[in-house]
């Protein structure tokens, strides 16, 4: 049985037969706009919600339900229906409620100091897997509205392209989630960014860059060897020249890596011309990984050189850290290999 999430709603009104148009509609309203489950669709005759619940049924069994942050930090295991685990948090802010969605089980990127890189890859999510993540925190953040959707949880969202994108265009389209509201990560899968550019895709685009030299990206972002800095820079600059659309580097603090005055330099130099606002994120702990985060005073001095330079620049208020919940620690990690990297002098 898949998801009913999996279907637009004319493929919804073709599986539904015979039913008028308007039980489509409060199927529909009921699954998109209410965030209810089919069996809460008061809307529509009981025996068609017994009919729809054996039909379909969420992808999604919760293993593992944990909070943080005084509860406005939350992260969920899911079990999918062939084993594979994700993981999914919600966090909510004051004037924001976002899910942080995984786009894969597994990752096959191999980010050295990511625990879901470590983890290695399972398989691609389909769209419904994707928006059961999705509806399902809708439903815990009520009364609360869901604001913000980011693809940054397991998975790198553009090797999953059809799935990222379908997934983005049903939340824009369904859900009424702007660009501004949608933000998918990417390590710098060039090719992807380019045809996201193309294709028009409703959504705020964020880099993991984390270095702008190549010897340490290879390092810590093995993709960096396929598609190096300055082939990543002609995607971002096609993606500006046909989005107009601001992008951001994401750059995660390591000690003696990539937080050194040369780091600034080179940061400085590769966000300028693209005008990318650049968001400094204190490395979290992830097993296997032998080298630490910045400390907060130099995460403060990072800052303030990339400020001196002009760039426009922010420090992510880290959440969930206390339950592996934060960026880069999604998956239980087990018999990790420790990685060494390089430090760079200053």
């Not at 942050?69 to 004051?94: A, N, P």
């Not at 959707?149 to 790198?156: L, N, Q, T």
Request: with cysteine; aromatic share 6%; net charge positive.
């Amino acid at each position: 049985m898949a998801s009913p999430y999996e279907h637009t709603k004319d493929e919804l009104a073709q599986l539904l037969g015979n039913e008028p148009r308007y039980r489509v509609d409060q199927v529909w309203h009921g699954l998109w706009v209410e965030n209810q489950d089919i069996s809460e669709i008061s809307t529509i005759p009981k025996a068609l919600r017994a009919q729809l619940s054996e039909r379909f049924e969420s992808g999604l069994e919760v293993v593992n339900d944990i909070q943080s942050d005084h509860g406005s930090t939350r992260k969920w295991v899911f079990r999918l229906h062939d084993g594979s685990t994700i993981e999914t948090v919600l966090m909510v802010y004051d004037d924001r409620v976002t899910v942080c969605v995984s786009s894969q089980a597994g990752c096959a990127m191999g980010c050295t100091f990511c625990a879901t890189g470590q983890a290695g890859f399972t398989r691609h999510l389909s769209t419904g897997e994707v928006l059961e993540q999705v509806m399902y925190a809708a439903r815990a953040a009520a009364p609360r509205r869901l604001s913000n959707v980011v693809f940054m949880g397991m998975g790198e969202p553009l090797a999953n392209y059809k799935v990222t994108a379908s997934a983005v265009r049903r939340l824009h389209d369904y859900r009424g989630l702007s660009a501004r509201h949608l933000t998918v990560s990417t390590v710098g899968v060039a090719p992807a960014i380019e045809r996201l550019a193309r294709e028009g895709m409703p959504l705020t685009l964020a880099v993991s860059l984390h270095a702008a030299n190549d010897e340490t990206r290879n390092e810590l972002v093995p993709l960096n060897r396929r598609y190096p800095l300055a082939r990543l820079r002609e995607a971002c600059e096609f993606w500006l020249a046909t989005t107009s659309r601001r992008l951001s580097f994401e750059w995660a603090l390591i000690d003696g890596v990539n937080d050194t005055d040369q780091a600034i330099e080179e940061l400085a130099r590769y966000a300028h011309g693209l005008r990318a606002h650049v968001n400094l994120i204190p490395l979290n702990p992830t097993p296997g990984f032998l080298v630490r985060g910045s400390s907060p005073e130099r995460v403060r001095h990072f800052r303030d050189g990339l400020l001196a330079h002009g760039v426009n620049v922010t420090v992510r208020n880290t959440r969930g850290r206390s339950i592996d919940a934060a960026c880069g620690q999604l998956a239980n990690v087990t018999n990790a290999k420790r990685r060494s990297i390089p430090v760079r002098s200053s």
